[in-house]
């Protein structure tokens, strides 16, 4: 069974920084990009940043380039993703997602998903 | 990055059959992801591509595309259908995703 099992979300102050990381299990992980996408409470999805397969190509929203950096350990099947600056706007439920293919321009058809961590901006 | 637009509420009679879409100009060039979501859960990809699901989503759910208009088609509603429906795409950069505002599906 594939699962992804985000952890690292909890209270910050602004300003402050936190990584979250998602665990991956079920699949060849360094075969697929992987993406985060974050909801703010009462509100739709946004895509946050995607990360190739291999690491090497990565993609950023608008709103956290600059601020946010998403990595990945497929040695160790983790995703990552550290997010500085932070501000209150970043309020939200930052969800993992696998690619449902290893084809490269498909990396946005996001087939699983973790059930995230919840991340809250604040002082 | 180009938007995706999305009609913020549609309803359907158990049963019947109703269409959700999503428009964007970058539509054009690339095909959407469709993912439903009820409360408290993460999203479910049900449709991306060109009409392809993944396994396990019911045929009920199919995708189509004209132009700059994706539609996602649910015939036969169930009362599970009920949720939330996004779209998304890549913008006509191909650099970023974009997705639609969701439309709230109410099965009556």
């Known amino acids: 069974e594939i699962q992804l099992v985000e952890s690292g979300g909890h209270l910050v102050q602004p300003g402050g920084s936190l990584r979250l990381s998602c665990a991956a299990s079920?699949?060849?992980?360094?075969?697929?990009?992987m993406n985060w996408v974050r909801q703010a409470p009462g509100k739709g999805l946004e895509w946050v940043s995607s990360?190739?397969?291999?690491?090497?190509?990565?993609y950023y929203g608008d709103s956290v380039k600059g601020r946010f950096t998403i990595s990945r350990d497929n040695s160790k099947n983790t995703l990552f993703l550290q997010m500085d600056s932070l501000a209150a706007e970043d309020t939200s439920v930052y969800y993992c997602a696998k690619a449902i293919t290893m084809i490269p321009r498909d990396f946005y058809y996001m087939e699983v998903w973790g059930k995230g961590t919840t991340v809250t901006v604040s002082s | 990055s180009s938007e995706l637009t999305q009609d913020p509420a549609v309803s359907v009679a158990l049963g019947q059959t109703v269409t959700i879409t999503c428009q964007g100009d970058?539509?054009?060039?690339?095909?959407v992801g469709w993912y439903q979501q009820k409360p408290g859960q993460a999203p479910v990809l049900v449709i991306y591509g060109k009409n392809k699901r993944p396994s396990g989503i019911p045929d009920r759910f199919s995708g189509s595309n004209s132009g700059n208009t994706a539609s996602l088609t649910i015939t036969r509603a169930q009362a599970e259908d009920e949720a939330d429906y996004y779209c998304n795409s890549r913008d006509s950069s191909g650099g970023h995703v974009v997705f639609g505002g969701g439309t709230k599906l109410t099965v009556l």
């Open positions: 079920g699949f060849t992980f360094n075969t697929y990009a």
């Open positions: 970058t539509l054009r060039n690339y095909y």
């Open positions: 990360v190739s397969a291999s690491g090497a190509t990565t």
